[in-house]
Nanobody, 115 residues
Framework: QVQLVESGGGLVQPGGSLRLSCAAS????????MGWYRQAPGKQRELVAA???????TYADSVKGRFTISRDNANNTIYLQMNTLKPEGTAVYYC?????????WGQGTQVTVSS
């Protein structure tokens, strides 16, 4: 099973920026989807952004233009650059990798957007 290790969460003021990292270890297959999800208290976990092995990306409407997902293929690492953060961005952010039959999750990292 692939292991996912996240970093970069923390406390930031509204309008500020954070960059999350997710390093994958193990046998990464050629075809995969990696993404970032988030879950706020009392809400369902939602997809924030995803990137496939071919390079295509997708974003939730709520973060388009502010967040950017990227990857470092050599190190099997993905990033989520989060700009112009809003209080509603406060959530636990989770890294995910899908490469059937594998479906792996990180432990999550807390992002708090507050004055």
């Amino acid at each position: 099973q692939v292991q996912l290790v996240e970093s970069g969460g923390g406390l930031v003021q509204p309008g500020g920026s954070l960059r999350l990292s997710c390093a994958a270890s193990g046998n990464i297959r050629s075809v995969y989807i990696m993404g970032w999800y988030r879950q706020a208290p009392g809400k369902q976990r939602e997809l924030v952004a995803a990137i496939i092995s071919g390079g295509s990306t997708t974003y939730a409407d709520s973060v388009k233009g502010r967040f950017t997902i990227s990857r470092d293929n050599a190190n099997n690492t993905i990033y989520l650059q989060m700009n112009t953060l809003k209080p509603e961005g406060t959530a636990v952010y989770y890294c995910n990798l899908k490469s059937p039959p594998q479906n792996c999750w990180g432990q999550g990292t807390q992002v708090t957007v507050s004055s």
